[in-house]
């Protein structure tokens, strides 16, 4: 396990707009555990339910499905100060639709999500900074999925292709 490179947590999304000298308190305030898993290894399996999102510190991790026939499919990556699993983590008792599996060595913070969105009893001063930048970083994720629907959704080929163009 590394030390945490409080510089990739001050530029990751999640902790915009928060002084560097604060991010100290902010990871003791949601209870951060740093774990590091190696090439190949599952982070979170399909059907657990996630209590904790995940900040990749170092490496990366992508998201696979595994469809009815065992084929696998990967649907989604997060690098270096990404989150991922926030809206599992962000739903309790919802189960994971897919695996989170380490593409190389990493090094991954996870919080408990439900400490940014319920009450701080401490009253920090930026809490309400992680929960607008939270709702910020799940937004963008929904419409990205949106996009893609809607590119996907049309029959014929053509009509993807005019969809995704259209949207560029």
């Known amino acids: 396990m590394t030390a ?4 990739i947590l001050a530029n990751s999304e999640l902790f915009r707009s928060i002084a560097p000298a604060q991010i100290r308190e ?25 209590e904790s999102a995940g900040i990749i510190l170092s490496g990366s ?6 469809d009815i026939w065992g084929n696998q499919n990967i649907i989604s990556s997060a690098e270096t100060g990404e989150l991922f699993a926030e809206t599992y ?14 593409s190389k060595d990493c090094d991954i913070l996870f919080f408990n999500v439900q400490k940014i969105l319920g009450a701080c009893m401490n009253e920090c ?44």
Do not use: W
């Not at 991790?61 to 595994?66: D, F, H, L, S």
């Not at 983590?89 to 380490?102: F, K, T, Y």
């Open 4 to 7: 945490i490179n409080e510089q």
């Open 89 to 102: 983590a962000s739903v309790p008792g919802e189960p994971l639709m897919g695996n989170v599996v380490a």
């Open 26 to 50: 902010v990871l003791v305030c949601l209870g951060c555990i740093n774990r590091h898993y190696k090439k190949g290894e599952t982070v979170l399996a399909a059907g657990d339910t996630a």
């Open 125 to 168: 001063s930026f809490h309400s900074i992680l929960v607008k930048n939270l709702l910020t970083i799940i937004a963008s994720k929904n419409l990205a999925l949106t996009r893609k629907i809607n590119h996907i959704t049309p029959k014929s080929i053509r009509g993807r292709v005019v969809a995704y163009l259209s949207d560029q």
């Open 61 to 66: 991790v992508y998201i696979e499905q595994t």
